[in-house]
């Protein structure tokens, strides 16, 4: 069954469905990964590099988080899903940015605002697993209850992070 979707314990077509569910998620977690971390790269050495590279190593152990549940779940990682989240990360650093060789300050708040919604959508995945919670024993409600206040921190932070981003951007505006 290599390639299908179907989970173990696919006799339970919830627990089908949630497989698909966290495979999508895997992979959103996947491509996120890297923006953070190549933003976090990018700024190395400043105040933004620091809080880049504290979120991307949380990212990393939200992502970590998501794959064990998966795994006490009986969900099998996807990695067409996962290498293609991969991809499209790599594909979207050749978004068009104002500038041909360089970056702008339009690159950061566009990263930004691409990881703030990735954030958001991991709290939105948190919060489903706190539902299934009820229904699958192996899924620990407190945890999940620490993953879904961490991504409120994580996109209390980035939306500051933003919003000094966006206040770049109409200053550079202001001076052409």
């Known amino acids: ?15 089908a469905l949630l497989g698909i569910y966290l495979n999508d998620h895997l992979a959103g977690a996947t491509g996120g990964t890297e923006l953070f971390r190549r933003a976090a790269r990018h700024h190395r050495g400043t105040e933004l590099g620091d809080t880049l590279g ?66 958001a959508g991991k709290a939105a995945g948190w919060r489903t697993l706190r539902v299934a919670a009820s229904r699958y024993d192996c ?14 921190e994580q996109a ?3 939306e500051r992070l933003r919003m000094d981003a966006a206040a770049e951007v109409v200053a550079a505006t202001a001076q052409s």
């Open 54 to 119: 504290r979120l991307a190593a949380e990212i990393v152990e939200d992502r970590g988080a998501l794959l064990d549940m998966m795994a006490a779940l009986g969900i099998p990682v996807r990695q067409y899903k996962v290498c293609a989240a991969w991809v499209v990360e790599k594909v979207g650093r050749f978004k068009p940015n104002g500038r041909l060789l360089q970056r702008s300050p339009l690159s950061d708040l566009v990263e930004l605002e691409a990881m703030w919604l990735g954030v």
């Open 1 to 15: 069954m290599a390639g299908d979707d179907r989970t173990a314990g696919s006799d339970d077509p919830g627990l």
């Open 156 to 158: 209390e932070t980035l």
């Open 139 to 152: 899924l620990e409600p407190h945890r999940l209850d620490e993953l879904i206040a961490r991504t409120s």
